[in-house]
């Protein structure tokens, strides 16, 4: 097939090569009709290049096009090759001042807080680092694709529309020149005609309908049979339900059909199969067959090949001519006239008209092909985009219908475009007065929402899911109604304000479909049945919310249209609630003389809705006039006289009403859609146009009516007249045994009431109510929140409202009221109020929830009792209120409000016979106390004349009025001042006192008026009471801090023990392994202490005693007793790697017993230390997994452990665990039973030894294995080979453990198996001892690695958790011979030795090059009692420890020698030449004669002591653990202090000689054989001569990479990487692997690989082949770092960066910019390098269920 499909594309390619462009160029040039000979030319070879094969190669159908058919066009424009000809018009023309750079997805998006007009104005990275704004408050965000860099835009920007790249010379600016004087008259009459035929051709070819025919001037002569089956993709179907489709109807494999649906999901469109036409349409039926289940089924066609070859063709045109007018301007111009010329059709008939008009028949690719040309030409070009826009305008109606059906997403339909003109100002305004494009946004949008009720109001039925998708839509409609808004005009034409005034029209037409929508009827009896529908309604109202706001920002800024518009406003809620007493009868209410006409209703029986908007925009209103101060200059034009304030205020009161008794539990039954609907009411996105306005609204009403009346009409809504206006009505109503619930309810309902009233009087932020700006309102806001608690930069944000541009104004006052504290490790930086600003503090702020109001009360209280103050929270000094609402005042002092506050105290006072709530006295005092401030500043403000109206103080201390004569309020609060039952208000009380004696001195002061005597003897008694009071109240405080002290102390008690439970669990542990160093320390410190070997210092045997966790039960530690065991974690590791590319082909026949000194992958065992009887974890466990089981069948969710790996939780600390390690006792001490000899064999002696004891054994070894017939001959030959002294090797030592710990042992080393090499456990396999042995050197050199890192002393105070589990892992990797094959064992150590002591026997070891020696030094003295237990010749074990020592640091220093770079230093020591020095070069010298003259010339013995000293460090300080571990030793006191580099002390605890050099010179002979040997392996050799490397040393730490500073350069970055897969795609989910740097395309079918049988993503995939299954990656357009472990584990943890707060970003939604916090990035590499990633994970899954359910794998 292939060979054929060459060979036509070869036939084709030759008859197409002949084309010339030049020559197809002058034939059109003559012709005279243009666009009959390109057609002619496109009808012959479009479908000779396009569609030729199933799948597609655009790259050489793109080349064939270029070459036949565009380069003739471009040919044809210049007159000559387009190589020269486009170049001179580049030279010609003049670069443009505007970016215009479209956004890619993902890329980042730069808006300039204090610059931009609006949020929309967008830099891309490259203007913006080059422009001013850099220095600005800025926000960052990642572009969702289109929309395009507004540099240059001077109308985007209020300064600094400019970067240095697009700045304008200072001669450009004078006149907008026309572009096409730069072209030559003939290049502009050859590119209008050619532009005309192409673009025509384009639009024609993708809004052609018929499926197999092509429009007649393009058929072709012969036709052939072969169709597409053509896939479109649409918003409906997910993937998962294309792939399974798809492989069903063309029967593919999955990753087919994946690609299928990412290049449909992508491009809109892909070909899913090509035949003839039956082949196709049979896939076309099964397609659509199976998608029409739910939804409608994929839209399939089935297409002739030259048609979709012509579209394919049609699309190059399009993105060509994009190109082709980047090189000159006037080839842009060109372009737009040809675009937006009216066709032969008149009306709509323009080529942009028709392709925006079809744009929803279009698929995704094309659409967003032509609108990049529509951004490159019609934008770019001011004066056409200002036609274009019109052409817009003209067709929006249209428009948004077809969007309306449209299945596509907003950002790839053409409605998108709006945002390009409705935020310019100028374009906006034109449009508003030309085309009247208010009405036109307000209309389309009424007409979408069709649904009303009998009165006209909008209805929304059931929110089904295709219902939302429709009102997502037309919410796009508010959202082009906002951009239009967004820039305030700020000079009005007479156009302007009577197209405004009509768009007012058409929006109060909208509000009052909203006035009174979804109204409620309290349930009565039973619960409401369907919970009715709200979200709709409150979705419109947010969306909404803004626009109101802007609505009446436009209003303010000219008196003509306020006025208008209040006119207009009133009218329409005159209509609304023109028959506002319809139906309800009136009746008449009087209290105190007072009396009013109102009408019977009922909140709790009748209709009410929470949706006003038309009174809440004309209260809105009504405080403009007041702050433009119109109201005072025209009063004539306004109709305030006409103004009925009981109808302004009658439906914001009920809604008042409806909050307040839902809050008293009455509508319980209507379930909770109410209750969510309350909550928005008063939450900060919706309370500006609610919430707040009715509060404006009821202060509008009031200051415009008699107080008493708007009291008596208010008791009525609220259902209380009763209780208020008949006397004692309250005793009769708590005697009569009433409901309690009734009694509940009428009390919160009067606590309510009060509330409402101290708003009324008290909320005068808004600026038109009190005399005070905006920043006043915002300091407040922010005053009241950090009055609850201490609150980071974004909770703050959050509690306070945006405007339109998403600004809170928070900035520029938050210095003035608070102090910024910095954020530590974790946490963030928090706000703290300035004490000076407490004074502010009104308890009963209006945007207080319940909960934070009892929260700040609780906060301000004790803040007070810190500062040693009264407890009193008086209510604060207010702003005076403007003129229009200054009546408001005149409530606090009405009869009606007096006799309330009487009535109420009164109860208080007779405390037990009514039914009365503190909270109730609480806000009467409070109201009390705001009369007293209100009466203060009168009088402090007044100067001339002395006639004051407000006169509470004489009010309150009259008594009350005839029939029952009540005492005066102020003589009830002196009697309440002392009741012991209100010991919380007294310092209220009190403060009321103070201040209305200080009034009275005013008054005093200004007016000479007698004062009543009586008045003196109560303040005297009040005095004697008063100290009285003092002494007693100072004795409680004292009582209660005593108290308080007590609890703090038993509090931290506890909380030192939850905080530090591992301790507890381990002090038995820790005394026990202490004690050992303590108690020997005095004879200790006089000798030295060495570690190994025979003068290896002797410790007293220690007992340990531990306890069991799960049964606390105590046990000592020794070899016969049942097993305790640690729980531990043993995983893979990569974290020392110096190789990460190194895999292992086939674990089964993979052989670890040398570790290559790479460190490549290691096996590190981790523990927390908690100690268990072997039986009881067994126990344990077997119940975790039966739980497993069990869990299984029931829900198939993940657990945060993986039981099927043998994973389980220790029980104590929930730390991720997978295995147990035994605890013992020093093993050595266990074998070690021979007498010490004083002469023990020196090092070439013990090699000679060791050797011939490794011959005999594998003469044995053959013997056994070539059967004999005669066993004589046998015996025979065995005393033919010397046997060497003293060795027996028939001999089998017997195993000193008991059963359960031999148990423990071998499951601890099967584990140890069973992670490290991925294979499955087998107890007898060879490898097992190796990999116990492998586990422990790299975990000690992982743990010498993080002290080194730290600076820390080596055997400082390590946590007990680190120490338990080296001390243990050591102990039992020397234990684990015991349960081990004697012979495997004995084998390794033979291969080991053999790597230093060549022997005939052993051919393919590594060279000395490739050996880790640590690992080797562990293996081999672990492996070597194997050997010396045979041994009876009186060879301690100790002296076979120091020998290998001793070889294994030879063979280091060798390795040293070999690798250490021969770089000179200046600063040479050469003088001082010791003995160190001397000896490493004679050694050198040495190494030169055995290794050649590769070797490098000899450079200075400093130099090289230098090396060697740095080299063999990190070597020596892991030995030193090992040995101190394994033996007991404690470690000298000098190493466990930090400083110098402890050389000396290592090596005299290690008994080396501390000019380790010695070694060679002590034992000359063998030595020089040793080198000689190791020098002359081939791979030496090869490294030597530079044919291959090796590992220098020390070996540098790793780190994680390395982070930019500024968090867009990521973004940047990464916005740049496409998916590797998917053929230049960008990625939706970039992640960068922390590790090793590399970008990895996340969470997506395209990368999704295969990795043992299941399919994951890239990340997962990265893990295994980077970290060994852990990983550590950030996700950048998240912000957020990703922990991952194994497929089933993965967690997110926070990132490094901070913006200016401290605070992280995840999700980058706030967009503030970031920056590394370089703590943070440490913190995140020390969990890294202690291998604590997946305990991280663990950890926070078991924190957080919803973590386990994520599919990780997938990422």
Not at 1551 to 1558: G, K, Q
């Amino acid at each position: 097939m292939a060979s054929e499909l060459e060979l036509e594309m070869q036939a084709i390619d030759r008859s197409l090569l002949e084309c010339s462009a030049e020559e197809t160029a002058g034939k059109w040039l003559q012709a005279t009709d243009l666009t009959r000979e390109v057609y002619q030319h496109l009808a012959r070879y479009v479908p000779k290049i396009y569609c030729r094969s199933p799948n597609p190669c655009p790259q050489k159908e793109d080349m064939v096009a270029q070459h036949v058919l565009l380069g003739p066009m471009e040919w044809y424009i210049c007159g000559e090759d387009s190589e020269f000809g486009f170049p001179k018009l580049e030279q010609a023309n003049k670069p443009s001042h505007l970016c215009g750079r479209v956004f890619k997805v993902g890329e980042p998006t730069y808006s300039c807080r204090d610059c931009a007009v609006d949020p929309t104005c967008v830099l891309c990275m490259e203007c913006f680092l080059g422009s001013i704004h850099r220095d600005h408050r800025y926000r960052m965000t990642t572009s969702g694709g289109g929309g395009f860099c507004d540099c240059g835009d001077t109308e985007a920007w209020k300064e600094g529309p400019y970067c240095q790249k697009h700045e304008l010379n200072t001669s450009e600016i004078e006149e907008e020149e026309d572009p096409l004087v730069h072209l030559s008259e003939d290049v502009i009459a050859r590119s209008y005609a050619i532009f005309t035929v192409m673009f025509r051709y384009a639009v024609d070819i993708l809004t052609w309908e018929k499926e197999s025919e092509l429009p007649a001037d393009l058929e072709m002569v012969e036709k052939s049979d072969t169709y597409y089956c053509m896939l479109f993709n649409d918003e409906v179907h997910t993937y998962e339900q294309v792939i399974y489709t798809l492989q069903k109807a063309v029967n593919c494999t999955q990753k087919e059909a994946i690609g299928f649906a990412t290049t449909v999901d992508r491009d809109g469109r892909r070909s899913v199969r090509c035949g003839d036409f039956q082949y196709c349409e049979q896939a076309k039926s099964v397609i659509v067959r199976n998608t029409s289940r739910q939804t409608k089924p994929l839209k399939v066609q089935v297409m002739h090949s030259s048609i979709v070859a012509h579209q394919n063709f049609g699309l190059k045109v399009l993105s060509w001519l994009g190109n082709i007018i980047g090189y000159s301007d006037g080839l842009r111009r060109i372009l737009c006239q040809v675009g937006l010329q009216e066709g032969p059709d008149g009306e709509n008939s323009s080529l942009v008209d028709r392709l925006m008009l079809n744009d929803s028949k279009l698929w995704k690719g094309a659409r967003s092909v032509y609108h990049q040309l529509f951004m490159s030409s019609l934008l770019m070009d001011l004066k056409y985009k200002k036609l274009f826009a019109v052409r817009f305008a003209k067709n929006y109606q249209q428009l948004q219908r077809d969007f309306m059906e449209d299945d596509h997403e907003r950002a790839v339909s053409v409605t998108a475009l709006s945002v390009q003109f409705f935020t310019a100002p100028t374009l906006a305004r034109m449009l508003i007065t030309e085309e009247n494009l208010m009405t036109i946004i307000i209309k389309t949008f009424m007409d979408h929402l069709r649904d009303r009720d009998a009165q006209g109001r909008f209805q929304f039925e059931r929110y089904t899911a295709l219902q939302a998708f429709k009102f997502r839509r037309v919410q796009s409609l508010i959202l082009d109604l906002k951009y239009v808004l967004i820039s305030k005009p700020t000079e009005w034409s007479d156009d302007l304000r009577q197209k405004f005034l009509e768009g007012f029209d058409a929006f109060l037409e909208l509000l009052k479909c909203m006035q009174g929508m979804d109204p409620i009827t309290r349930q009565v009896g039973q619960h409401i049945e369907m919970e009715p529908e709200w979200e709709a309604a409150f979705t419109l109202q947010m969306k909404l919310t803004h626009v109101i706001s802007m609505m009446q920002d436009w209003c303010a800024l000219d008196e003509k249209v306020l006025i208008e518009a209040y006119k207009k406003c009133l009218a329409v809620l005159m209509q609304c609630h023109g028959g506002f007493t319809d139906g309800e009868q009136p009746i008449t209410l009087s209290i105190c003389g007072h009396s009013v006409e109102t009408i019977r209703y009922c909140v709790s029986q009748e209709k009410v809705s929470i949706h006003l908007p038309v009174s809440r925009l004309l209260a809105g209103l009504h405080v403009l006039l007041s702050k433009s101060e119109v109201a005072y200059k025209f009063p004539e034009l306004l109709p305030l006289s006409e103004l009925s304030p009981p109808m302004l205020i009658e439906h914001p009161l009920r809604c008042l009403v409806l909050c307040a008794q839902v809050h008293a539990g009455m509508w319980r039954r209507n379930g909770f859609s109410l209750v969510n609907q309350i909550y928005y009411y008063h939450n900060v996105k919706c309370r500006r146009e609610m919430f707040d306005k009715d509060i404006v609204m009821l202060q509008t009403g009031v200051s415009m009516m008699d107080p008493n009346h708007f009291l008596m009409i208010m008791l009525s809504r609220f259902e209380l007249y009763q209780i208020f206006s008949t006397p004692d009505y309250g005793k009769r109503f708590s005697s009569e045994i009433t409901h309690k619930d009734v009694v509940q309810q009428n009390n919160t309902l009067i606590e309510e009431m009060l509330y409402l009233i101290i708003m009324l009087v008290g909320e005068r932020f808004s600026p038109g109510v009190g005399q005070v700006n905006a920043t006043d309102e915002i300091k407040r806001e922010i005053v009241h929140q950090l009055s609850i608690k201490p609150m980071a930069h974004s909770e703050l944000v959050k509690s306070l409202p945006e405007d339109e541009n998403k600004e809170t104004g928070m900035e520029s006052v938050i210095e003035a009221v608070a102090h910024f504290k910095k954020p530590g490790l974790t946490g963030r930086g928090m706000y703290e109020l300035k004490p000076e600003c407490a004074k502010e503090f009104n308890l009963y702020f209006y945007h207080f929830s319940r909960a934070e109001q009892s929260k700040a009360e609780e906060a301000q209280r004790k803040l007070k009792r810190q500062n040693k103050e009264d407890t009193a929270l008086p209510p604060p000094v207010l702003p005076p209120f403007c003129p229009l609402f200054a009546s408001l005042v005149n409530i606090l002092q009405s009869d009606v409000m007096l006799c309330i506050m009487r009535t109420i105290l009164q109860w208080a006072v007779e405390h037990n016979g009514y039914a009365w709530s503190e909270s109730m006295l609480q806000r009467v005092l409070h109201l009390v106390g705001m009369a007293l401030q209100e009466e203060k500043q009168h009088l402090e403000n007044v100067v001339e004349e002395p006639v004051v109206t407000f006169t509470f103080t004489q009010k309150m201390s009259k008594p009350g009025e005839a029939p029952n004569n009540s005492p005066s309020i102020l003589a009830m609060l002196e009697t309440l001042q002392n009741a012991p039952y209100l010991e919380v208000h007294k310092d209220m009380i009190r403060w009321i006192l103070k201040t209305f004696n200080a009034i009275k001195k005013l008054r005093e002061s200004s007016s000479p008026s007698p004062v009543a005597e009586t008045q003196g003897t109560i303040m005297e008694e009040n005095s004697r009471d008063k100290d009285k009071a003092e002494r007693k109240r100072k004795a409680e405080i004292a009582r209660l801090r005593r108290e308080k002290i007590m609890a703090q102390m038993s509090e931290m008690q506890r909380h030192f023990i939850d905080e530090n439970k591992e301790l507890f669990q381990q002090t038995l542990e820790l005394d026990a392994s202490t004690s050992a160093v303590l108690d020997n320390s005095p004879v200790v410190s006089d000798m030295t202490l060495t570690a190994l070997g025979p003068a290896q210092t002797q410790v007293p045997e220690q007992r340990q005693f531990v306890t069991c966790i799960l049964c606390q039960e105590e046990q000592e530690v020794n070899v016969e007793s049942k097993a305790m065991v640690l729980a531990a974690f043993v995983q893979r590791s990569t974290v020392l790697s110096k190789n990460r590319s190194k895999f292992i082909q086939d674990p089964e026949k993979y052989d670890p017993l040398f570790m290559h000194p790479d460190l490549s992958c290691g096996t590190h065992t981790g523990s927390c230390g908690h100690v268990m009887h072997a039986h009881c974890w067994q126990r344990y466990f077997d119940s975790v997994q039966a739980k497993e089981q069990r869990r299984q069948q029931r829900l198939r969710l993940h657990t945060s452990y993986d039981v099927e790996n043998g994973e389980f939780l220790c029980p104590l600390c929930e730390c991720l665990s997978n295995t147990v390690i035994p605890l013992l006792l020093p093993p050595r001490n266990i074998f070690n039973n021979r007498s010490n000899f004083s002469d023990q064999p020196n090092l070439t002696l013990w090699i000679r030894t060791i050797s011939q004891q490794i011959k005999a054994l594998q003469v044995l070894r053959k013997e056994e294995s070539t059967p004999n017939t005669a066993s004589s001959k046998n015996s025979e030959n065995i005393d033919e080979f010397q046997l060497p002294e003293g060795f027996r090797p028939d001999f089998r030592p017997k195993n000193p453990y008991s059963e359960s710990i031999k148990e423990m042992l071998k499951t601890f080393g099967t584990a140890t198996y069973k992670v490290g090499l991925k294979v499955h456990p087998n107890e007898e396999d060879p490898r097992v001892p190796i990999m116990c042995w492998g586990s422990c050197a790299y975990t000690i050199q992982s743990i010498e690695r993080i002290l080194s890192d730290e600076d820390k002393p080596l055997f400082g105070p390590l946590p007990c958790r680190l120490d338990d589990c080296l001390r243990s892992l050591t102990r039992f990797a020397a234990a684990h011979w015991t349960v081990a094959s004697l012979a495997v064992v004995q084998g390794h150590f033979c291969k080991l030795f053999a790597s230093l002591v060549p022997d005939d026997s052993h051919g393919d070891l590594p060279c000395i090059l490739d050996i880790d020696m640590f690992h080797l030094l562990v293996g081999l003295v672990l492996a070597f009692p194997a050997l010396q237990c045979q041994d009876f010749s009186g060879t301690s074990l100790g002296t076979g420890d120091l020998h290998i020592l001793r070889l294994v640091t030879m063979a280091h220093i060798i390795q040293l020698l070999l690798t250490s770079c021969t770089e000179e230093n200046g600063m040479d020591q050469e003088s001082l030449a010791g003995e160190e020095e001397l000896a490493v070069l004679a050694l050198y010298k040495t190494l030169h004669q055995c290794a050649g003259s590769a070797l490098k010339e000899i450079p200075s013995g400093w130099h090289l002591w230098k090396n060697v000293r740095a080299g063999i460090m990190p070597f020596l300080k892991c030995s030193a653990l090992f040995f101190h571990y394994l033996n007991g030793v404690p470690s000298p006191p000098e190493i466990q202090v930090s400083g110098a580099s402890h050389f000396e002390h290592l090596c005299n605890y290690l008994s080396l000689p501390t000019n380790l050099i010695c070694l060679f010179q002590e034992n000359s002979e063998i030595t020089k054989l040793l080198i000689e040997s190791w020098c002359h392996n081939i791979e030496v050799k090869r490294y030597l001569e530079g044919e291959r490397d090796a590992i220098r040393y020390p070996r540098k730490s790793n780190k994680l990479i390395d982070l930019p500073e500024d968090y867009s350069s990521l973004i940047n970055q990464a916005s740049n990487f496409s998916c590797p897969k998917s053929g230049g795609d960008k990625s939706r989910a970039p992640t960068l692997c922390l590790v090793c740097g590399t970008l990895l395309c996340s969470q997506s079918y395209c990368c999704q690989t295969e990795l043992e049988g299941e399919d994951v993503g890239a990340c997962t995939a990265h893990t295994y082949s980077c970290g060994s299954g852990v990983g550590i990656f950030l996700r950048v357009r998240e912000c957020q770092v990703l922990f991952l472990a194994g497929k089933t584990k993965g967690c997110f943890y926070s990132p490094p960066y901070l913006d200016d707060y401290g605070e992280t970003d995840q999700g980058l939604r706030r967009g503030n910019p970031l920056h590394l916090c370089k703590e943070r990035f440490k913190k995140i590499q020390k969990l890294w390098h202690q291998h604590s990633i997946t305990e991280e994970i663990g950890h926070a899954q078991e924190a957080n269920q919803t973590l386990v359910g994520i599919d990780w794998q997938h990422l």
